[in-house]
């Protein structure tokens, strides 16, 4: 999704996530502003409080970044990853966190492979695989971000900007 606007907003990587979900409800978060709190919402801003403080650690050799904020211009996305682990080999891993068991979510994988992106542009290396890490089951789930993940992340984040931008579009089309 190149773009040749210098002064293209940013879309949200969250944005991306809602969309894989639902259009609709991405645009009715992203452009109406309306968001209603449940006790699952609740419960994985909760849990969330221990990754969305910008800090880091070091264990076994392995850099664990926190609430890490990202970019990319090319996809026109920001955005910040919950953990990313630097290993000693070079190698980038980053894991987002979701409540709930683990399962295999199409909308999850959007969002992963869209931090994975924006970490390659920023850091200049390649970004192959990372993981949802489900805090219901304490497990990872690891995803490869391969080709066809991330011209999904490219076709997602055009359609979030598209649906976006254009306030005539209805938000359920």
């Given at each position: 999704?190149?773009s040749?606007?210098?002064?293209?907003?940013l879309?949200s990587?969250?944005?991306?996530?809602?969309?894989?979900?639902?259009?609709?409800?991405?645009?009715?978060?992203h452009a109406?502003?309306?968001?209603?709190?449940?006790?699952?919402?609740?419960?994985?801003?909760r849990e969330?409080e221990?990754v969305?403080?910008?800090?880091?650690?070091?264990?076994?050799?392995?850099?664990?970044?926190?609430?890490?904020?990202i970019?990319?211009?090319?996809?026109?996305?920001?955005?910040?990853c919950?953990?990313?682990?630097?290993?000693?080999?070079?190698?980038?891993?980053?894991v987002?966190?979701?409540?709930g068991?683990?399962?295999?979510?199409?909308?999850?994988?959007?969002?992963?492979?869209?931090?994975?992106m924006?970490?390659?542009?920023?850091?200049?290396?390649?970004?192959?695989?990372?993981?949802?890490?489900?805090?219901?089951?304490?497990?990872?789930?690891?995803v490869m971000?391969d080709?066809?993940?991330?011209?999904?992340?490219q076709?997602?984040?055009?359609a979030?900007?598209?649906?976006?931008?254009?306030?005539?579009?209805?938000?359920?089309?």
């Amino acid at each position: 999704m190149e773009s040749n606007d210098a002064e293209m907003d940013l879309v949200s990587i969250s944005a991306l996530n809602q969309y894989g979900y639902c259009p609709r409800r991405c645009y009715l978060i992203h452009a109406e502003g309306e968001f209603r709190e449940n006790v699952h919402t609740l419960r994985g801003t909760r849990e969330h409080e221990r990754v969305d403080q910008l800090r880091h650690e070091v264990s076994e050799g392995v850099r664990v970044e926190y609430s890490l904020p990202i970019w990319s211009h090319r996809l026109g996305l920001s955005g910040r990853c919950d953990v990313v682990e630097f290993h000693p080999d070079g190698s980038v891993y980053p894991v987002e966190y979701k409540h709930g068991k683990r399962k295999r979510w199409i909308n999850d994988d959007l969002q992963l492979a869209a931090q994975a992106m924006c970490l390659e542009e920023t850091l200049g290396r390649p970004v192959v695989k990372g993981a949802i890490y489900h805090q219901q089951s304490r497990r990872r789930r690891e995803v490869m971000i391969d080709t066809t993940l991330r011209e999904a992340v490219q076709t997602a984040a055009r359609a979030v900007r598209r649906r976006l931008s254009d306030k005539k579009l209805p938000p359920h089309s």
